[in-house]
């Protein structure tokens, strides 16, 4: 598992290990999220690589750090906490500053129901495993019919809910829960799968607002220490 | 609810669910456990009626559960309950300490997104029909198992008397509607996860829980 340590120096100069690890793939949609949260919260970590096309999450060095083995973890001290939704509602309440979420309940509960429906109906089905399985078991020309299917389906939706709410942003002229899992979807993820976003004219402005955002553009998969030269 | 001429008044609450739905079980058991009287909607999802115009209405997104308060209406069984926290503090369903909480939110977010999605009935009858009927079984034992595994090492250093301690949380709200469907849908073997075959017996205790079951609600079909 490659990582390239990345310190603050010490009184003495020396080296000092950052408080906040990451284990991240620089594709991975989730991972994304969690490195846009970071980055507005002015959040300093160490990116530690784990590259999911070669099954490194099961290696034991991992397991030990993390034994669920999912993709993202983070490391915060003793704790390490898997699963975007969960490391960005902790982030959120151990460092508050730049807040993810609005006060008012309102909107906060439409940001919780816009970023579990990305985490709950799109995430789970278009993952890379599932997809192994479609190839294998259904055929290889179905992988893009069921992401076609699955997020078309989740971003009918997200139009729906989105309509009335949105602003610059998806839930008014903030940055807000909602845009920091979506945003990993929709700025190119799905261009692998010819998946057509025309038919969702919200979340394509949105796409346009997010690029210009710097805290999502230093996430960005190709800023990344791992992401694939070739 | 009535008023002193004795009409009936709409309850504040209404919670649009259906009876098997596991996460309209989630819902169910946290309006319980906060003491929130709410009017009960049935949505027949394998009649489809959440395509209703009438359903549409209320909810454009036609998802169950959905909970109507007042003006706001919300889907997501994950995201009513955080506002339900919020709204109505009585009987917190999440701890105080923030790495119980992170806990609890991990364990939700495995049943919600780890485990669920992907044994839902359209997921199900897509794997029945295009990989084949005997397929269905390894398919849910492989995802069901792998989230499982997960939940038993997460929770082992933290579970009391419930998932995260000694009194219910948000990852028993998600828990017990798993635990109980998969044993009640397909007989699920649970010998293998000693943790959650140790709370699942511990639900059976719970009056919120049980109040909640599919088997108590206005819809469960009679015969």
Not at chain 2, 152 to 178: M, N, R
Request: charged share 20%; hydrophobic share 40%.
């Amino acid at each position: 598992m490659s990582s390239i340590l990345l310190t603050t120096k010490g009184n003495n100069g020396e080296e000092l290990p950052k408080k906040l690890q990451l284990y991240s793939f620089s594709t991975s949609p989730p991972s994304f999220s969690v490195r846009i949260a970071l980055n507005f919260k002015g959040l300093d970590y160490e990116y530690k690589a784990v590259n999911l096309f070669k099954g490194e999450q099961h290696r034991p060095e991992f397991i030990k750090i993390n034994p669920i083995g999912f993709i993202p973890a983070l490391m915060d001290g003793d704790m390490v906490i898997a699963d975007s939704f969960a490391i960005i509602l902790y982030l959120e309440e151990k460092y508050p500053q730049h807040p993810l979420l609005p006060r008012d309940l309102a909107n906060k509960a439409i940001n919780y129901q816009a970023a579990n429906f990305v985490c709950s109906s799109i995430q789970p089905l278009i993952r890379l495993p599932i997809l192994k399985y479609i190839g294998e078991n259904v055929g290889h020309e179905e992988k893009v019919p069921w992401v076609h299917k699955h997020v078309g389906k989740g971003f009918a939706g997200l139009e729906k809910l989105l309509k009335y709410h949105a602003g610059k942003y998806a839930t008014g002229d903030e940055i807000f829960l909602a845009d920091v899992l979506l945003a990993p979807y929709i700025i190119g993820y799905l261009q692998r799968y010819n998946f057509d976003m025309s038919e969702y004219p919200l979340l394509s402005r949105l796409a346009e607002a997010y690029i210009q955002v710097p805290s999502i553009q230093d996430a960005m998969p190709e800023k990344q220490p791992d992401f694939p030269i070739n | 609810m009535t008023t002193a001429g004795g009409e009936e008044l709409p309850k504040k609450l209404q919670l649009y669910s259906f009876f098997m739905s596991s996460a309209s079980f989630r819902v169910r058991i946290a309006l319980n456990l906060k003491g929130l009287d709410y009017e009960y909607k049935a949505i027949n999802l394998f009649k489809k009626e959440q395509h209703s115009p009438e359903f549409l209405k209320i909810n454009p997104i036609g998802y169950v559960p959905a909970l109507v308060d007042g003006d706001i209406v919300l889907a997501d069984s994950f995201a009513i309950i955080l506002y339900l926290e919020e709204k109505y503090p009585q009987h917190p369903l999440l701890p105080h300490d923030l790495e119980k909480r992170a806990i609890n939110y991990q364990a939700a977010n495995i049943i919600s997104s780890s485990i669920q999605p992907l044994i839902s009935l359209p997921i199900l009858q897509y794997i029945g029909e295009n990989v084949g009927p005997d397929a269905k079984i390894p398919w849910i034992q492989k995802h069901v198992g792998k989230g499982f595994a997960a939940l038993e090492k997460l929770l082992k250093d933290h579970a009391g008397k419930f998932a995260t301690g000694d009194e219910i949380f948000l990852a028993d709200l998600f828990l017990a509607p798993q635990i109980i469907g998969l044993t009640q849908r397909f007989n699920y073997d649970m010998t293998e996860f000693p943790l959650l075959s140790r709370l699942s017996e511990a639900y059976k205790q719970v009056p919120a829980i049980q109040g909640a079951m599919p088997d108590k609600q206005p819809d469960f079909p009679i015969n």
